[in-house]
Every structure is written in structure tokens, then in C-alpha cells.
């Protein structure tokens, strides 16, 4: 027993002092109009920020995620939409020497003939490669720390043909940090990319007034996916109340959706 309690003790303490060492610079999502049969050309900026050299390995995937939290990251072609056979990098492995920083080219070659106009994407894995040397002197086990950036690169192609198709699949209020929070799960029925905000106006329920109205942050939402967006009503007494959801994207699109909305005290 006391061996065990030793061995979670070492475990914790190695686990504390893990650091990423490797960031990229230029965001983590890059959106390209892209016409049929063109060349466009992009890049991804990550530093080394640690002391130590580090080798980092570059590789496409597909990638979805849904209101529930999970996020997918699959092999190329799981994706009917996917634009990975589209991405040529000019290399899939760098090398950093420690606080270096670097740049990693590629090109999108869009195909002449797309059947479907809309959104296609998938994203670039910037993953560092841990060398792993086994001390034979040391009992019990090493942990290294694995932090992985995927870089979305989303491709919109005849985009005045395609249009996001917005869709409220389930609204709930939690409570968070002493906050009210309405959590609203939203999917994109449509074949384009947006990046919706939602409002939620709240009305008393006896005379009609208006009590407020709270916004989300807006978020990317790829066709075909599902997210969950939240507003901070804490200004909202517990009660029962009216309420209508917006969710307008950056074309001002809009989405409304009347609801009830119970506020509690716990």
C-alpha cells in the first residue's frame, strides 16, 4: 500500500511540472474564397518556446465535433466534405532549435469541377514528437506531456450558391461559478461555414415586459455540425419567464426560436 501511495506521488509530482513547449502563432482556424481550379497559399507560424530542441510532425485529418462536447478527428475521406486532398505542405516534420521560430507553407489546390458548392474543410495537426529514453535506473512510470493545435483550414467555394441553415436542437439553463448560464445547442443544416452569435430577449410572463437582453460569443460552426453557445442571464431573478432566441450569423442571416426559460435559485 505504501508502494502505491509512493508511486501516485511521483506520478503527481512529475505531472506538475509538465510544460508545452511548442505554439502557434497565427490562429488555429483559416478561411479561404477559393474559385475552381485556383492556387491559394498559406502558412502556419510555431515557436519553440522552450529551452530544450523539439522536432514537430505535421498531418491532415478530418474533423467534426457536436453540441454534447465531443469533438471527431478522423482519418482523411471520413468527411464527404473533406478538402485534404486539396492541402500540399512543403514539409511534415521541423525541428526547433529551443525559443526558435518557423514557418510551415502550403497550398490549396481547389479542383476544377466540384459537384456541390458550400464549405469543405479539414484541419492540420501540429503534434510534437516525443523521444522517449527509458532510464532503467528509475522505477515507475515516466508521463510526458503530448499538446496537439489543430489547425482548421476551411475551404468556401461558390459560397453565393450555399447558405448556413441554422437550427436550435435544445436549450437548458445551468448554473456555473454562482452564474446563471442558458446553454443553447445550435446545428448547421446547411453546406456554409458561419460564425452566428445568439441573443436571448427575456419577458416578464404577466405583463410583457422587456427584462433584458443577453448575447453569446460568436463561434464557427461547420456545416453539419452541432455547438453549444452560452449566455450569462445572472442578472435574471428566479422566476418563470418568456423568452425569444436569435441566432444571427455575420451575413445577417437570422434564426429565432420562442421558449420558456425557469430560472432557479440552485
Given at each position: 500500500?505504501?508502494?502505491?501511495?509512493l508511486?501516485?506521488?511521483?506520478?503527481?509530482?512529475?505531472?506538475?511540472?509538465?510544460?508545452?513547449?511548442?505554439?502557434?502563432?497565427?490562429?488555429?482556424?483559416?478561411?479561404?474564397?477559393?474559385?475552381?481550379?485556383?492556387?491559394y497559399?498559406?502558412?502556419?507560424?510555431i515557436?519553440?518556446?522552450?529551452?530544450?530542441?523539439?522536432?514537430?510532425?505535421?498531418?491532415l485529418?478530418?474533423?467534426?465535433?457536436n453540441?454534447?462536447?465531443?469533438?471527431?478527428?478522423?482519418?482523411?475521406?471520413?468527411?464527404?466534405?473533406?478538402?485534404?486532398?486539396?492541402?500540399?505542405?512543403?514539409?511534415?516534420?521541423?525541428?526547433?532549435k529551443?525559443?526558435?521560430?518557423?514557418?510551415?507553407?502550403?497550398?490549396?489546390?481547389?479542383?476544377?469541377?466540384i459537384?456541390?458548392?458550400?464549405?469543405?474543410?479539414s484541419?492540420?495537426?501540429?503534434?510534437?514528437?516525443?523521444?522517449?529514453?527509458?532510464?532503467?535506473?528509475?522505477?515507475?512510470?515516466?508521463?510526458?506531456s503530448?499538446?496537439?493545435?489543430?489547425?482548421?483550414?476551411?475551404?468556401?467555394?461558390?459560397?453565393?450558391?450555399?447558405?448556413?441553415?441554422?437550427?436550435?436542437?435544445?436549450?437548458?439553463?445551468?448554473?456555473?461559478?454562482?452564474?446563471?448560464?442558458?446553454?443553447?445547442?445550435?446545428?448547421?443544416?446547411?453546406?456554409?461555414?458561419?460564425?452566428?452569435?445568439?441573443?436571448?430577449?427575456?419577458?416578464?410572463k404577466?405583463?410583457?415586459?422587456?427584462?433584458?437582453?443577453?448575447?453569446?460569443?460568436?463561434?464557427?460552426?461547420?456545416?453539419?455540425?452541432s455547438?453549444?453557445?452560452?449566455?450569462?442571464?445572472?442578472?435574471?431573478?428566479p422566476?418563470?419567464?418568456?423568452?425569444?432566441?436569435?441566432?444571427?450569423?455575420?451575413?445577417?442571416?437570422?434564426?429565432?426560436?420562442?421558449?420558456?426559460?425557469?430560472?432557479?435559485?440552485?
Open positions: 500500500m505504501l508502494k502505491r501511495i508511486l501516485l506521488a511521483i506520478f503527481i509530482l512529475q505531472l506538475s511540472f509538465l510544460k508545452a513547449s511548442i505554439v502557434v502563432l497565427n490562429g488555429l482556424s483559416h478561411s479561404y474564397q477559393v474559385e475552381h481550379g485556383k492556387v497559399k498559406g502558412k502556419i507560424e515557436e519553440n518556446t522552450g529551452q530544450q530542441s523539439q522536432s514537430v510532425k505535421l498531418f485529418q478530418d474533423y467534426s465535433y453540441a454534447d462536447g465531443t469533438t471527431n478527428y478522423t482519418a482523411p475521406h471520413t468527411n464527404r466534405k473533406t478538402n485534404s486532398d486539396w492541402i500540399k505542405m512543403n514539409t511534415n516534420l521541423v525541428t526547433l529551443g525559443k526558435e521560430k518557423t514557418e510551415i507553407h502550403y497550398e490549396i489546390l481547389v479542383p476544377d469541377k459537384a456541390e458548392p458550400g464549405s469543405y474543410w484541419v492540420i495537426m501540429v503534434e510534437p514528437v516525443e523521444e522517449i529514453k527509458p532510464d532503467n535506473n528509475k522505477q515507475g512510470v515516466n508521463i510526458t503530448i499538446i496537439r493545435y489543430a489547425i482548421q483550414v476551411i475551404t468556401d467555394i461558390d459560397s453565393e450558391n450555399a447558405k448556413p441553415d441554422l437550427k436550435f436542437e435544445g436549450v437548458k439553463i445551468e448554473k456555473e461559478e454562482g452564474r446563471q448560464i442558458v446553454k443553447v445547442a445550435m446545428a448547421n443544416k446547411g453546406n456554409l461555414y458561419c460564425k452566428p452569435t445568439i441573443n436571448v430577449e427575456i419577458y416578464n404577466k405583463n410583457g415586459q422587456k427584462l433584458g437582453s443577453f448575447s453569446s460569443l460568436a463561434s464557427g460552426l461547420l456545416p453539419q455540425t455547438k453549444s453557445f452560452h449566455i450569462d442571464i445572472s442578472g435574471i431573478a422566476d418563470s419567464y418568456n423568452a425569444v432566441l436569435i441566432a444571427t450569423d455575420e451575413n445577417e442571416n437570422a434564426f429565432a426560436l420562442n421558449v420558456e426559460l425557469d430560472v432557479k435559485n440552485d
